[in-house]
């Protein structure tokens, strides 16, 4: 139990178009989604953390235009990266959190190449 | 503000030793810690989950300890093989977070056969 899925698992794109990444949760609801970007090397940095209906809560220098969250379901968050550009390429990974669940669930993640 | 800090960055040992990774945190506040295992290119695997009122987990070859007072967390791996080569991450669930994980930046683990 507990799956998280992302897709798509890989996507290359080019410079000004905009992508949409979908992280559902299979086999609970997710009253939380968290969305994290991590580069080469590095750890995870948290983005922004999503409740269902609501509006996503971004971090401290995350751009809210450039990095949409959409959280209209209980199994299904997107986050689409407007005119996407090189410096977006990163690896996102998506969590979820059921009601009845004190950790979070991680996605396999989504590779984002901007060329 | 709560920081986690993994040490060492890299390490590497030969098939069949038994090693410890290292993960300290500086506020004893927390409500959970968290190892995880990611391959390259890969998504998170969880490996083990300590509550804060916990000492120890333990999951096959693996052995999470927990100590809060000193802010420190090991991670015994036993008979080490190749396929455990990934690198290893530790989480802190602040005791006053929304469910928002503070992390290490990770140990990345060399199995040599």
């Known amino acids: 139990g507990a799956v998280v899925s992302q897709h798509p698992s890989w996507v290359i794109c080019k410079s000004g178009t905009s992508v949409k990444i979908e992280c559902r949760s299979l086999?609970?609801?997710?009253?939380?989604m968290f969305w994290y970007r991590q580069f080469p090397k590095q750890s995870l940095m948290l983005m922004a953390t999503?409740?269902?209906?609501?509006?996503?809560?971004?971090e401290q220098g995350v751009e809210k235009d450039k990095f949409l969250i959409n959280h209209a379901s209980l199994t299904l968050s997107t986050l689409t990266v407007t005119s996407a550009h090189p410096e977006d390429s990163s690896f996102y990974i998506c969590?979820?959190?059921?009601?009845?669940?004190?950790?979070?669930?991680f996605g396999p993640g989504t590779r984002l190449t901007v060329l | 503000k709560q920081e986690v800090t993994q040490i060492p960055a890299a390490l590497s040992v030969p098939e069949g030793e038994n090693l410890v990774l290292n993960c300290s945190f500086t506020?004893?506040?927390?409500?959970?810690l968290q190892w995880f295992r990611q391959d390259p290119g890969k998504g998170l695997t969880s490996l083990l989950l300590?509550?804060?009122s916990q000492r120890e987990q333990t999951s096959g070859r693996l052995n999470a300890s927990l100590d809060k007072s000193s802010g420190r967390s090991t991670l015994y791996i036993a008979a080490s093989q190749p396929g455990d080569s990934a690198t290893y991450l530790c989480?802190?669930?602040?005791?006053?977070?929304?469910?928002?994980?503070?992390w290490g930046a990770g140990t990345k683990l060399i199995i040599k056969p």
């Open positions: 086999d609970f609801q997710a009253t939380t």
């Open positions: 300590i509550q804060s």
């Open positions: 506020d004893s506040a927390i409500y959970n």
């Open positions: 999503s409740n269902e209906g609501s509006k996503a809560t971004y």
């Open positions: 969590s979820a959190r059921g009601v009845y669940y004190n950790e979070q669930f």
């Open positions: 989480a802190v669930k602040p005791r006053d977070s929304n469910y928002q994980l503070i």
